[in-house]
């Protein structure tokens, strides 16, 4: 069992930052591929990064790339999203998501074993 708590969500101006967090329970965190989705009102949770449990393979979605990135810190039980250059289309409940095969399952809402409760990130233009 994985428990996931979110933090560092709230309101920024358009092209600001934010660091997002995930601290979870367990001794097994470091056995977890771990990653990062979203959902807006109205549409579907969807993907937004991941990243594998030990050897930092990452994935970013196309929308993210090159302005949100992914880490973690396996001593501290830690995941982490660094947004920056945020856009109002950015806006959105961020969820923290642990899957136990690989980074790349991790991209797959279906596959996701472990889910937070979400953080909400507005971006204001």
């Known amino acids: 069992q994985v428990q996931l708590v979110e933090s560092g969500g709230g309101l920024v101006q358009a092209g600001g930052s934010l660091r997002l967090s995930c601290a979870a329970s367990?001794?097994?965190?470091?056995?977890?591929?771990m990653a990062w989705f979203r959902q807006a009102p109205g549409k579907e949770r969807e993907f937004v990064a991941s990243?594998?449990?030990?050897?930092?393979?990452?994935y970013h979605a196309d929308s993210v790339r090159g302005r949100f990135t992914i880490s973690r810190d396996n001593a501290k039980n830690t995941l982490y999203l660094q947004m920056s250059s945020l856009k109002s289309e950015d806006t959105a409940v961020y969820y923290c998501?642990?899957?136990?095969?690989?980074?790349?399952?991790?991209?797959?809402?279906?596959?996701?074993?472990?889910w937070g409760q979400g953080t909400q990130v507005t971006v204001s233009s």
């Open positions: 367990g001794r097994t965190f470091s056995s977890y591929a």
């Open positions: 998501a642990a899957e136990g095969t690989s980074a790349l399952s991790a991209t797959m809402a279906r596959k996701i074993d472990y």
């Open positions: 990243i594998s449990s030990r050897s930092g393979i990452t």
